[in-house]
């Protein structure tokens, strides 16, 4: 009974779930925001936002969701990112120093075996593997949402079969400003929008998009994604370029799910194939869906997200 009351929950309870946690990196402590929803010592599930840079207001839609399907869930946005200390140092913008800060959360927020599910979507999909291949041991259950494992595939998948896609005078305009690197020219972002990003980012009208998806870009910290993501669209030129997992995936035993999406900026037949690959793996497809299709599939998504939670726990 102790330690329910310890100082950890009493801090939980008198800031509504928000915890600052110290993490110690290279370049000294930085702190990092979560916030703990819901109450089941069962499933605990840790979400990893994507970006790099972006942050955790992208999932608020599980609001609506979660606490009603008995599921313990906490936001975390990660060092960088806009609701936790933001260092101006490029060396700590490292996949390997992200996976310690993410072991760092999990020991701070109590996480272990028999509870502790982790989700990643986008970047958060890379980093939830990476930290799957060395720490499983301490994993309930992985969620790989919305990323290939292959950098290097994802940029071939972009420029052999979703650039084409695209009016080939837009296409063309837009190779010609990356070739440039005139990446802040406003004209790009305008070209993007209507033509890459409405059919593979939010298959949803621009001046519809949910609040939470307006704010998440708002607040994305550009040096962090052009660090690791690149300035480009089509493809990773940044620390992730090549990153690649292809060849690891047989080494991951926890139960995963793996979500794609129809219309996403993503391969959903890679993504169906990563699920192969995975030893208790299983896909889960959002026919309507694209790269947020958290928010345009929400059905789909939702409901097979909770299903995969209930069927691991009554395992």
């Known amino acids: 009974m102790s330690d329910y009351f310890d100082n950890t929950g009493r801090e939980d309870i008198l800031t509504g779930g928000i915890r600052m946690i110290p993490i110690q990196t290279h370049a000294g402590e930085?702190?990092?925001?979560?916030?703990?929803?819901?109450?089941?010592?069962?499933?605990?599930?840790?979400?990893?936002?994507?970006?790099?840079?972006?942050?955790?207001?992208?999932?608020?839609?599980?609001?609506?969701?979660?606490?009603?399907?008995?599921?313990?869930?906490?936001?975390?946005?990660?060092?960088?990112?806009?609701?936790?200390?933001?260092?101006?140092?490029?060396?700590?913008?490292?996949?390997?120093?992200?996976?310690?800060?993410?072991?760092?959360?999990?020991?701070?927020?109590?996480?272990?075996?028999?509870?502790?599910?982790?989700?990643?979507?986008?970047?958060?999909?890379?980093?939830?593997?990476?930290?799957?291949?060395?720490?499983?041991?301490?994993?309930?259950?992985?969620?790989?949402?919305?990323?290939?494992?292959?950098?290097?595939?994802?940029?071939?998948?972009?420029?052999?079969?979703?650039?084409?896609?695209?009016?080939?005078?837009?296409?063309?305009?837009?190779?010609?400003?990356?070739?440039?690197?005139?990446?802040d020219n406003p004209r790009y972002m305008e070209l993007l929008i209507p033509n890459y990003y409405a059919e593979h980012l939010i298959r949803i009208p621009f001046d519809e998009w949910p609040e939470p998806v307006l704010r998440g870009f708002k607040h994305l910290n550009q040096e962090v994604y052009i660090s690791m993501q690149g300035p480009s669209e089509f493809g990773i030129r940044g620390k992730l370029e090549m990153w690649d997992r292809t060849k690891d995936l047989d080494k991951i035993k926890v139960p995963t799910l793996v979500i794609g999406a129809t219309h996403d900026t993503m391969d959903p037949e890679h993504m169906e194939w990563v699920a192969s690959q995975i030893k208790h793996g299983q896909f889960l497809l959002c026919p309507n869906g694209s790269h947020l299709s958290i928010f345009d599939d929400q059905e789909t998504y939702i409901s097979g997200l909770i299903k995969f939670f209930k069927n691991v726990d009554s395992n």
């Open 30 to 183: 930085f702190k990092v925001w979560t916030k703990r929803v819901g109450n089941n010592p069962r499933i605990k599930v840790l979400l990893l936002h994507g970006g790099p840079g972006a942050t955790h207001e992208l999932f608020e839609s599980f609001d609506s969701f979660f606490p009603g399907a008995e599921i313990e869930y906490y936001y975390y946005d990660q060092l960088g990112s806009y609701y936790s200390d933001q260092p101006q140092d490029d060396s700590l913008w490292e996949l390997d120093r992200f996976v310690e800060e993410v072991e760092q959360v999990r020991k701070a927020l109590k996480l272990d075996q028999s509870n502790f599910y982790l989700f990643g979507q986008s970047w958060g999909g890379i980093l939830a593997v990476e930290y799957a291949l060395k720490y499983q041991s301490n994993l309930k259950g992985l969620i790989i949402s919305n990323m290939m494992m292959s950098c290097p595939e994802y940029g071939k998948y972009a420029k052999e079969k979703l650039g084409p896609k695209m009016p080939p005078e837009v296409l063309s305009e837009i190779l010609e400003m990356e070739a440039n690197e005139d990446f």
